[in-house]
């Protein structure tokens, strides 16, 4: 196979000292905090539905809560990113972390004090997930700051992978403390892992120099956004891979939107059925598989050739479940697929943070995520739900399938091309 570059940009991050990365101070630092804010989100993804139904009694605002989550990718993406490539990174992501505190702890306040509202609660959704965006665009940079860029698999998929489990661990114990606590009390244990996450990150005190460009040289903000636009349009390769990305989101969105219907009517699994949340566990059990898997393939492959041949496994993976109408082998495919799909997306995000300067990680980063999160999640419930209400379960769930073959040709069509055209790069 043609392999591609790793790095293509003049001045890479400064190389790590070759040792483990659980013994490196600020990333094990830094590790902790998201596991335990990925801990406190997770029983607010159970939680916040949850109160926002018990305090308006509207399926439709549940759904507008839901949505939340990615909302803001679209409204704020660019200007995040733009944002964190203008200012420090890490007091950016410890504000955040202080306002995402006191935002959430302000849902518990206003019920002791019982003037809580539905509107409130949507609010809080949506100015929470907000700063997340704000966090994360920071993150991007961040990491390879504190690793160096040849660390960065290693980084990106313990990282990933610790906040699967958290998250696997955190949904599971919501019901419990939603009946101990209340649904807004529950909320409370979430304020204080964004402050326990703030107070980990003040303790990181290394990261790698970054130049200060005069005030007089530095763009305008409207520039700084087409700055970030232009490297990823004119970046073969990376804009190839978050096309991937998204294609790779939409049948995220597609197959988790439609997992509870498709249970229903294809396998059998009904109403309070245990089985649904072990169809669920697996897809994000996959996900913590594929994090220990990716470290040990990017040894052997470079990122682009990678894809060749995760694509089109995910893609049989997909026909299997679609196709299958017995729950114990949709349940294994589940898994190997949500490895699978862990694998092509910490890979396009790693490939990413490889290739992009320093100074546009921000930028960049939070562009493709913009595509996959903000575009291609939601427009993959809803193609898959539409198809679903229309045509049947089983044919909104191959929306899923459709969107990875069709990464997997484009993937390959480039190899061929390149194949044909040595000359040229992807």
């Given at each position: 196979m043609t392999s591609l570059p790793r790095k293509d940009v003049d001045d890479p991050a400064p190389e790590a000292p070759d040792i483990p990365l659980r013994r490196v101070p600020d990333f094990r630092r830094f590790w902790l905090s998201r596991v335990v804010s990925g801990l406190g989100s997770a029983v607010t993804t159970v939680a916040l539905p949850v109160l926002a139904f018990q305090e308006t009694g509207s399926p439709l605002m549940v759904s507008l809560v839901a949505a939340a989550a990615t909302l803001p990718y679209v409204v704020f993406g660019l200007i995040a990113g733009t944002?964190?490539?203008?200012?420090?990174?890490?007091?950016?992501?410890?504000?955040?972390?202080?306002?995402?505190?006191?935002?959430?702890?302000?849902?518990?306040?206003?019920?002791?004090?019982?003037?809580?509202?539905?509107?409130?609660?949507?609010?809080?959704?949506?100015?929470?997930?907000?700063?997340?965006?704000?966090?994360?665009?920071?993150?991007?940079?961040?990491?390879?700051?504190?690793?160096g860029k040849d660390k960065l698999t290693e980084a990106n998929s313990a990282v990933y992978g610790a906040q699967t489990v958290v998250r696997i661990a955190g949904n599971a114990v919501a019901g419990g403390l939603i009946v101990l606590f209340r649904p807004a009390g529950t909320l409370a244990l979430d304020a204080l892992s964004f402050a326990v996450s703030a107070l980990l990150l003040g303790a990181v005190t290394h990261t790698s120099a970054r130049p200060d460009e005069p005030a007089v040289q530095r763009p305008g903000f409207k520039e700084s956004v087409r700055e970030g636009l232009r490297f990823l349009h004119r970046h073969p390769t990376l804009r190839l891979m978050t096309v991937v990305g998204t294609l790779q989101s939409f049948s995220g969105g597609a197959i988790i939107g439609q997992l509870v219907v498709f249970a229903d009517r294809v396998l059998g699994i009904h109403g309070s059925d245990g089985r649904i949340g072990l169809l669920y566990m697996a897809w994000s059990a996959g996900g913590i598989g594929g994090s220990f898997l990716l470290p040990r393939?990017?040894?052997?492959?470079?990122?682009?050739?990678?894809?060749?041949?995760?694509?089109?496994?995910?893609?049989?993976?997909?026909?299997?479940?679609?196709?299958?109408?017995?729950?114990?082998?949709?349940?294994?495919?589940?898994a190997v697929w949500g490895s699978a799909?862990?694998?092509?997306?910490?890979?396009?995000?790693?490939?990413?943070?490889?290739?992009?300067?320093?100074?546009?990680?921000?930028?960049?980063?939070?562009?493709?995520?913009?595509?996959?999160?903000?575009?291609?999640?939601?427009?993959?419930?809803?193609?898959?739900?539409?198809?679903?209400?229309?045509?049947?379960?089983?044919?909104?769930?191959?929306?899923?399938?459709?969107?990875?073959?069709?990464?997997?040709?484009?993937?390959?069509?480039?190899?061929?091309?390149?194949?044909?055209?040595?000359?040229?790069?992807?």
């Open positions: 944002v964190a490539d203008r200012t420090d990174r890490r007091r950016l992501m410890i504000l955040t972390d202080w306002l995402n505190a006191a935002c959430i702890a302000s849902v518990p306040a206003a019920s002791a004090l019982g003037i809580l509202t539905g509107g409130q609660v949507l609010f809080v959704a949506l100015a929470s997930a907000a700063l997340g965006l704000f966090f994360d665009a920071g993150v991007y940079g961040f990491v390879p700051d504190i690793v393939l990017r040894r052997r492959f470079e990122a682009f050739p990678l894809l060749l041949g995760v694509l089109p496994i995910g893609a049989l993976l997909g026909l299997v479940v679609v196709v299958t109408s017995d729950w114990r082998v949709t349940l294994v495919a589940l799909y862990l694998v092509v997306l910490v890979n396009t995000m790693t490939y990413s943070q490889e290739v992009t300067p320093s100074e546009l990680q921000g930028r960049v980063n939070t562009t493709r995520r913009m595509l996959s999160s903000g575009l291609g999640v939601p427009l993959g419930a809803l193609v898959a739900g539409t198809l679903t209400a229309r045509v049947g379960v089983q044919a909104g769930m191959s929306t899923a399938v459709v969107s990875i073959a069709l990464a997997a040709l484009l993937v390959w069509g480039v190899q061929v091309r390149n194949r044909l055209r040595p000359g040229e790069g992807a």
